[in-house]
């Protein structure tokens, strides 16, 4: 975070509608104990802004990091309570003009800046509540509201429209691409058989299921680990399985949940599990929750200069995999860089899947599709020939490169006079787009299994 003076510039929270939300609190009538409570959530919150301001003033990088990390969660609740007890005051959205009235005249262009994230956040607030209401009397004073003495005591939070986490996941939509299951990846026997074996049978086959765990202790599982070089087909993999088992997918979106606010990023992970849970429960079902690029979130710990969010975030993705199973909840974690992944996060995979560059079937099947979809390409689609020709000059390409060089392939093709498309026509894409091709031992380690490939049929 880059820290920007503030010196000779006069903002804050509103001072004003501050002093009358405290004067409301002091005298509501009703249920005085809540009164007090959101009266030194208030202060509390306030305080908090003062000091974090100060020690970005004075350039004091770390506090400003503590004080962001209690006043960002804090603020949307004061918000929200007092928004829902003082309606007529609309203290959120002053509040919220405040913040970014002060963002757009500092000219803070950072992507992650404490005003920037308490503005996100009070917006987010104006549609998505973490909090559930038990308490449906809103609290009276002696200004506006009649007193309700019966007011039993009652919590500080209030329902939302929408749950939380639901903002932090996306569902998986199949589509025309999407694939259809198993029998529309080619090869990948072993990756198929892990699968089939720990999910989809225990799934399919549920009495004999809990007769394994009785007889041999064999539960379902409650992970994935699908690791390799990118573009050979781990999103295609979890695709399959979730056709494959009719189980509904859920995708977390990390750009969304991440943020570099201590505990902010573990908290939003955490209600995106949360979601997921709650509606395998709801439904009585498994639900698949994909964490895709887990290097972005679950690297070695060591220190760094984020450490402790970094720490917090491990931990919580520690506990989200051991509750899973618990929840109705399979983990499927995807990495194009396995080796710097947390050790511990590693661990608590059951299977590790390497996922590599495709074999040479595996690309025959991969360019037989890609050259049926063209008319131009089916004479050699179905010439072994000529088409093995092609599987032997891409050898070391990914199945995402393979689409590239036939498309090139193709265009050489029809720049000369809209011709067949021929093997000839793959030797110059090859030889000028060597440099895709995948230095495979990096993404391995040291107990790897055999290279998988794959292809949609």
């Not at 004003?16 to 002091?26: A, F, I, R, S």
């Not at 003062?50 to 609740?77: G, T, W």
């Not at 007193?147 to 939380?164: G, N, R, W």
């Not at 955490?270 to 009585?284: D, L, M, R, S, W």
């Amino acid at each position: 975070m880059r820290i920007h003076s503030i010196a000779n510039i006069s903002f804050g929270y509103n001072k004003e509608l501050n002093e009358k939300v405290n004067n409301k609190l002091k005298y509501a009538k009703g249920n005085k104990e809540l009164a007090k409570t959101l009266l030194d959530m208030n202060n509390l919150c306030n305080s908090t802004e003062d000091r974090l301001r100060e020690a970005e003033k004075d350039k004091k990088q770390n506090l400003v990091e503590m004080y962001s990390s209690l006043f960002i969660p804090l603020k949307p609740i004061v918000a929200d309570q007092l928004e829902y007890r003082f309606p007529l005051l609309n203290y959120r959205k002053t509040e919220l003009e405040g913040y970014k009235n002060e963002l757009e005249s500092r000219k803070i262009n950072d992507e992650y800046h404490w005003l920037r994230e308490i503005s996100e956040e009070l917006e987010l607030d104006e549609e998505f509540s973490d909090f559930k209401d038990i308490d449906s009397t809103p609290l009276s004073d002696n200004q506006n509201m009649v007193s309700s003495d019966k007011t039993a005591a009652t919590p500080l939070i209030k329902t939302s429209a929408k749950e939380p986490g639901a903002n932090y996941v996306e569902k998986f939509e199949p589509n025309e691409y999407s694939p259809k299951g198993f029998s529309s990846l080619g090869g990948m026997n072993q990756v198929k058989d892990v699968l089939y074996d720990k999910l989809i049978y225990p799934i399919k086959n549920p009495e004999m299921a809990k007769l394994d765990e009785l007889e041999y202790g064999k539960k379902a599982s409650r992970g994935e680990m699908f690791y390799g070089p990118p573009g050979c087909g781990k999103t295609s993999v979890m695709e399959a399985l979730a056709m494959e088992s009719g189980l509904p997918m859920y995708k977390l979106k990390i750009s969304k949940a991440g943020s570099e606010y201590i505990n902010k990023s573990s908290s939003n992970v955490q209600k995106a599990f949360n979601y997921v849970a709650n509606i395998a429960a709801e439904t009585g079902k498994p639900v698949l929750f994909v964490m895709d690029e887990m290097e972005s979130m679950t690297r070695k710990r060591r220190g760094s200069e984020n450490g402790a969010e970094d720490d917090k975030l491990v931990s919580t993705l520690l506990q989200i995999i051991e509750d899973a199973r618990g929840k109705n909840v399979i983990i499927l974690g995807a990495t194009n860089c396995y080796n710097i992944l947390d050790d511990a996060i590693k661990s608590r995979f059951e299977d590790k899947i390497y996922i590599g560059l495709p074999d040479d079937d595996t690309r025959r099947a991969v360019l037989k599709l890609l050259l049926n979809k063209r008319t131009k390409g089916r004479d050699l689609a179905a010439n072994d020939q000529e088409l093995t020709k092609v599987v032997n000059l891409t050898r070391g390409f990914s199945n995402r490169d393979l689409t590239i060089l036939t498309d090139k392939a193709s265009l050489i093709a029809r720049n000369d006079n809209r011709r067949n498309i021929t093997a000839d026509d793959f030797i110059i894409p090859v030889k000028e787009n060597v440099n895709m091709k995948v230095k495979e031992d990096i993404y391995k380690d040291n107990q790897t299994r055999p290279t998988i490939g794959f292809s949609r049929q």
